[in-house]
């Protein structure tokens, strides 16, 4: 196994089975990449929405009344549960795909990470009153 970043296009990416053997095999694998990293990026947006829909508001935050949800709503724990996990588990997968110390993996993941931040995030600040999150890390 390599300790420092690769090229190759044959390596193993978190399974045994998962080889990409050709070019189009591994050009999949970077876009799949890329996508799970955006997607990491809605979760974590995702995944802010609802702590800060269901936390008390602090001085520069503003009610939006399409995400101030009933504080007594049962579901509303479960929904943060699962939303969390979602969160954890793409973040933790995001990190052992980093880890293969494939280059072409790495800038995926980058890449993804960043169109995710630059089609989501923006949307939230544009209400200057709003707390302004952090990009999601692994």
């Not at 793409?90 to 800038?107: D, E, H, Q, V, W």
Request: net charge neutral; hydrophobic share 50%; with cysteine.
């Amino acid at each position: 196994m390599d300790m420092s970043f690769f090229w190759r296009i044959k390596f193993t990416l978190l399974f045994p089975s998962w080889v990409p053997d050709s070019p189009v095999n591994y050009a999949f694998m970077l876009m799949l990449t890329a996508g799970l990293g955006a997607l990491h990026e809605w979760i974590a947006h995702k995944h802010w929405m609802i702590l800060t829909a269901y936390s008390t508001p602090g001085p520069i935050m503003v009610k939006d009344p399409q995400r101030d949800y009933p504080k007594q709503h049962e579901d509303a724990i479960l929904v943060a549960v699962l939303m969390h996990a979602a969160y954890v588990t793409t973040s933790y997968l995001l990190m052992m795909m980093a880890m293969s110390f494939n280059a072409g993996i790495f800038i995926a993941i980058t890449v993804g990470l960043c169109i995710g931040f630059y089609a989501i995030w923006p949307l939230e600040s544009s209400n200057r009153a709003r707390i302004v999150p952090g990009p999601a890390s692994c």
